[in-house]
């Protein structure tokens, strides 16, 4: 009986079991903030279960980031197919503009989340640039256990990219071995993930037990940052960057790319499942095959402009709730960072999310509130994560488009 229903709950759709979760931890929170004892209760014991879920993530994530980071760089072939190095060049830029926007748009629209146990975090906060380069260098040079133990995200990245690049010429024995231990703890990633509905459920019952529906509407307002900041990324600089490149209206193109591409990923929220819808999309095209026979998949883990957008904006989130000042140079380290974080991003459903306390190192914010964000981004991952892969996996084809389309006419 019991295995019957883990079998049915583990073969359920993920986006309707969290749903679920942010319903029924609404409805709890919402008694138990009207004073009903029994739910007030009820909802210490579901807290209990949220504090499970942040604790998984923040126990996994250090580990997850070094694996893939480092697994990345050894396993990609990045082929020697014409326009191959354009098309990487373009998902660079373009995940590095995706990350910028997102940091301009944090900044005209500041959002403020619900988080718990500040006061440490907000006393620990950098004062200007220098302090930060400062404990960037330090962290750098950290012992790569100790990063990996504390938490200490900039080192774990360092350490990540050198031994990457060291082992990129190691035997295909040695890179079997990355690629098993990788999909080890990926698959320990998509473990996790399938408990969210719980923590979900538990986290949104206390935070409404506790301040009412004001952190859903927080939520809402951190939801409409994340989307606009994506569709402006899809419409606006996809199509400068197309435009520049091609010198002809990119918004013909982008339009098949969000009606053939973009629509099948927001349901699939997988870039890799979409892979073959891509390759479809790229053949009828009539692009080159050579061409998009590898840029797409490699499209799939490091064309990653949705997660930069989601990487920057809920860490400035947590900046600003914090009260921490962000200058000019900060923000530019951000976005390079964000960046960065995105191209090396899981590719399970909220994988982007497992990079934010990346990015929230920079600010000397901790794992525990860093962990608490990505909370929230599950919260919200319903509709975000779609978005996100939409962007992503259209963003492939445009770039893959306009450069074979130059190279058949040159």
């Known amino acids: 009986m019991i295995r019957h229903i883990a079998q049915r709950y583990k073969d359920g759709n993920l986006i309707i079991q969290i749903l679920v979760g942010i319903v029924l931890g609404g409805i709890l929170g919402f008694i138990a903030h009207s004073g009903n004892s029994f739910a007030v209760n009820l909802t210490d014991l579901a807290a209990i279960l949220g504090s499970l879920f942040v604790g998984a993530l923040k126990a996994v994530a250090p580990v997850l980031v070094f ?14 197919a014409n326009g191959m190095k354009n098309v990487i060049i373009l998902y660079l830029i373009g995940t590095f503009l995706a990350s910028l926007a997102a940091v301009c748009v944090s900044f005209i629209f500041p959002t403020a989340l619900v988080l718990q146990n500040t006061s440490v975090a907000m006393s620990a906060a950098p004062s200007n640039i220098a302090v930060v380069l400062k404990d960037l260098v330090y ?22 990219i050198a031994t990457g690049l060291a082992l990129r010429h190691c035997s295909n024995k040695t890179k079997k071995v990355f690629k098993d231990i990788s999909e080890a703890i990926t698959r320990i990633v998509k473990f996790v993930i399938r408990l969210a ?10 935070s409404v037990a506790q301040t009412g529906f004001a952190a859903l509407g927080g939520y809402a307002k951190l939801l409409f940052v994340l989307v606009g900041t994506m569709l402006f990324v899809a419409f606006v600089i996809n ?11 990119p918004y013909p193109l982008i339009m098949t790319c969000i009606k053939e591409s973009a629509i099948t990923a927001f349901f699939t929220r997988s870039s890799a499942a979409n892979i073959p819808v891509n390759m479809n999309l790229c053949k009828k095209l009539e692009l080159n095959e050579d061409l998009y026979s590898i840029s797409i998949p490699l499209g799939a883990t490091i064309n990653m402009a949705g997660a930069a957008v989601t990487i920057a904006v809920l860490s400035l989130s947590a900046v ?36 934010i306390p990346l990015a929230c190192s920079l600010f000397g914010i901790s794992n525990d509130i860093a962990m608490q964000v990505v909370a ?18 259209s963003t492939d084809v445009l770039f893959t488009a306009i450069v074979s389309n130059n190279t058949k006419e040159v």
């Open 67 to 80: 694996v893939l980071v480092s697994a990345s760089i050894v396993l990609k072939e990045f082929g020697r």
């Open 139 to 160: 962290k750098i040079v950290d012992n790569p256990l100790n990063a990996i133990a504390t938490g200490n995200y900039i080192g774990i990245l360092a350490w990540a």
């Open 197 to 206: 509905p719980f923590g979900i459920f538990g986290l949104v019952s206390i």
């Open 239 to 249: 199509a400068i960057i197309a435009f520049i490149v091609t010198r002809k209206n």
């Open 320 to 355: 600003y709730t914090l009260g921490i000042e962000v200058g000019f140079w900060n923000a530019l380290l951000l976005s390079i960072i964000a960046a960065i974080g995105a191209c090396g991003a899981s590719g399970v459903a909220g994988g982007s999310l497992m990079l």
């Open 376 to 393: 929230i981004g599950f919260i919200i991952g319903v509709i975000q994560d779609s978005v996100e892969t939409a962007l992503n996996s």
